[in-house]
C-alpha cells in the first residue's frame, strides 16, 4: 500500500533531508493549471536549498511518496477524479484502488510511514468559525499530537477560528513555533492578533528545537509558524471581508465538512479577482523553502545537542 519513489528513498536510507509535499494544494486548492506550477515549483525550491522534495498522493489505490511529473499533472486536471484524503478517509482510499488527495493530517501519516520528518503545506485545518456548536475541527490537529513531523505552514487559514485552534493545540501538548515573529500568522496575511507561545528566529534553534523534543523523547509533531513574506502579505480588512462574504454564502448553500475549505479558497480568489491566488502560491512556495532549510540542518552530522 506504501510506495516510495528510488530517490526519496535512497536520500531516507542515506539521512539525507527529505521534505514532503501534500496534494490537496494540487487537485482542491488551486485552480488549473497553478496547481501544478506550484506543484513543481516547490519541488524545485525544496532542490535548490538542500533537499529533496516527496510529493504524496494516492494512485490507483497506493500511497506513493514521490511523485513523478506526470503523476502531478493528472491529479491537476480539472476533469480529474480525484477523492480528498484525511486519516478516516484513507482505508476507503485504499481498498477501492482510488485516486486520493492527501490533507495535511494524512500527509502526516504517509510522511511517518515513509521515514520523513519535515513536511511543508501552505496552511493547517483548524477549529472553524462557530466551532463550539458546530465541532467542526479539522483532523490535522489530532494529527499533529501524535504524528512526529515538522508542519511548516503559514500559520492556520485564515478561514478558521484562530484563537480557539491555538488553545486546542495547547491543549494537545503540540508547540507552535513562530518563524521571526511574536504573532500568529494568518495564511494571507501575516497579522492575526494572537501571539504564538514560542518564538526562534533561525534555522539552526527550531532544527536544535525539533532535535531535543524527539531526542527526549516526546512524540507527535510541531508547528512552525512562517509568515507570508512582507511584499506578498494582503490588506487583513480586505481580506476579512471577502472571508466573511464567502462563509455567509457557505452557509446560505449549506456547503458543510470537507467541502468547506475547497469552496472557501475559490471564492475568496474569485472576490480577490486572483490577489489572494498570488499570495497563496508565494507562501507556500516560503513554506518549502524554510522546511528545506531546517531540514538540511536537522541531518547535519554531529549536530549539536544543546544545553543550558
Known amino acids: 500500500m506504501l510506495m516510495i519513489s528510488d530517490e526519496v528513498r535512497k536520500a531516507i536510507e542515506s539521512n539525507q533531508p527529505v521534505v514532503a509535499l501534500e496534494s490537496t494544494i494540487i487537485s482542491h486548492g488551486m ?3 497553478k496547481n501544478i506550477e506550484t506543484a513543481l ?3 524545485e ?3 535548490e536549498n538542500g533537499a529533496i522534495p516527496a510529493t504524496i498522493a494516492i494512485i490507483d489505490g497506493i500511497i506513493k511518496v514521490g511523485l513523478s511529473k506526470s503523476e502531478i499533472e493528472a ?3 480539472p476533469d480529474a477524479t ?3 484524503v484525511s486519516r478516516r478517509d484513507l482505508p476507503l482510499a485504499l481498498s477501492k484502488k482510488k485516486n486520493g488527495a492527501l490533507t495535511v493530517a494524512a500527509t502526516m501519516i504517509a510522511s511517518q510511514l515513509a521515514g520523513i520528518r519535515f513536511f511543508a503545506t501552505g496552511g493547517i485545518g483548524g477549529v472553524h468559525r462557530h466551532g463550539e456548536t458546530t465541532m467542526d475541527i479539522s483532523a490535522d490537529l489530532e494529527e499533529l499530537k501524535t504524528t512526529s513531523v515538522c508542519v511548516v505552514s503559514a500559520g492556520v487559514k485564515s478561514i478558521l477560528d484562530i484563537g480557539k485552534t491555538l488553545e486546542y493545540l495547547e491543549t494537545l501538548g503540540v508547540p507552535v513555533i513562530g518563524f521571526g515573529v511574536t504573532e500568529m500568522p494568518a495564511f494571507y496575511t501575516r497579522d492575526s492578533d494572537f501571539d504564538v507561545p514560542i518564538s526562534l528566529s533561525s534555522f539552526e534553534e527550531v532544527a536544535s528545537f525539533l532535535k531535543a523534543k524527539w ?3 516526546l512524540p507527535g509533531g510541531v508547528l512552525i509558524a512562517n509568515p507570508i513574506p512582507k511584499e506578498f502579505s494582503y490588506d487583513k480588512q480586505a481580506i476579512d471581508a471577502a472571508i466573511e462574504q ?3 454564502e457557505c452557509d446560505a448553500y449549506s456547503i458543510k465538512g470537507k467541502e468547506i475549505t475547497p469552496y472557501l479558497l475559490k471564492r475568496i480568489t474569485e472576490i480577490t ?4 491566488l498570488v499570495a497563496n502560491m508565494e507562501l507556500v512556495f516560503n513554506n518549502a523553502y524554510v522546511a528545506a532549510n531546517i531540514a538540511k540542518i536537522y541531518f547535519k552530522e554531529n549536530f549539536p545537542y544543546e544545553t543550558e
Not at 273 to 276: C, D, I, L
Open 31 to 33: 485552480p488549473y493549471p
Open 41 to 43: 515549483r516547490c519541488e
Open 45 to 47: 525550491i525544496i532542490r
Open 75 to 77: 491529479i491537476a486536471k
Open 82 to 84: 480525484v477523492m480528498k
Open 215 to 217: 531526542d527526549l523523547p
Open 246 to 248: 464567502a462563509l455567509i
Open 273 to 276: 479577482e486572483g490577489a489572494s
